[in-house]
């Protein structure tokens, strides 16, 4: 039992060659920018010399909630179901599936109707990845363009000695609102090239506990400690067996 709970190098360190239970991930992955989806939260700030403009497309209705919230300079705009968002001025404008970039050029172009000169900034709000593991579970915010999944757990404080780094789930939601769970080999040197390197904004990062853990050794002298400990009560038992059998009843 000591044995079989033992958590060695191979269940914990990570970047190791695949093969022996190690996975592999020969196909090579180049990452995507995030597609705006339904129920987003964009900030759009527009940037131009023209102070009159200022004011009316920075402080419009649709930012009542962040200005009631306290955090200033934020201008909101939510992302209905139907994949557009109101702006001032030009009404429904459709954002969902295009990146930040492409929202960012779409409303550029059609601001230059009223505003010669201007410049538009596109952000996501809602920039957060789920953390949940066996010792411990968090909300935290993506804080660059491009994370990745070791810098996601690194936020997180690294997982646990009992996390089971080789079956790491995400729980991902997709372009067309379809959500899917993607399971993946945490300890492959593989995965700096595959689809799972780097986190998208809503991902729910998901490690249980290795199975069958009731004894957990993570050392030598743990096992060595439990070995003896064993052998120990069983040659107490044994000897208490001894001394309540008469000798009578032995000899036969």
């Keep these: 039992m000591a044995l079989s709970s033992c958590v060695t190098p191979r269940r914990t360190h990570y970047l190791q060659d695949p093969g022996s239970g190690i996975a592999a991930y020969p196909e090579v992955y180049t990452s995507v920018d995030y597609r705006i989806q ?24 649709s930012n009542i909630l962040t200005q009631q919230t ?28 295009k990146t ?12 230059r109707e ?16 789920n953390l949940l593991t066996e010792s411990k579970m968090g909300r935290y915010q993506i804080t660059k363009e491009k994370l990745t999944i070791f810098e996601a757990l690194s936020l997180g404080g690294d997982l646990g ?15 067309d609102g379809t959500t899917e769970v993607r399971e993946f080999d945490l300890r492959s040197k593989d995965i700096l090239a595959s689809e799972y390197y780097y986190i998208q904004p809503n991902d729910i990062i998901y490690v249980h506990a290795f199975n069958g853990q009731f004894f ?12 003896s400990t064993t052998v120990s009560f069983g040659l107490l038992i044994w000897k208490i067996v001894q001394l309540c059998i008469p000798k009578s009843a032995a000899a036969k």
């Design 161 to 175: 000695q009992y996390s089971d780094r080789k079956r790491v789930k995400i729980i991902r939601r997709l372009d």
């Design 38 to 61: 339904p129920d987003d939260e964009l900030n759009i700030r527009v940037v131009t010399l023209d102070e009159a403009s200022q004011k009316i497309f920075n402080h419009s209705q």
């Design 216 to 227: 957990r050794v993570n050392s030598f002298l743990t096992a060595l400690g439990v070995t």
């Design 70 to 97: 306290g955090q200033r300079g934020l201008y909101t705009y939510t992302v209905y179901a139907d994949g557009t968002i109101d702006f001032p001025y030009l009404g429904k404008v459709e954002v969902v599936g």
């Design 100 to 111: 930040l970039r492409e929202a960012k050029f779409e409303i550029e172009s059609r601001l």
């Design 114 to 129: 009223y505003v010669k000169d201007c410049s538009v900034d596109v952000r996501l709000l809602n920039a957060y990845f």
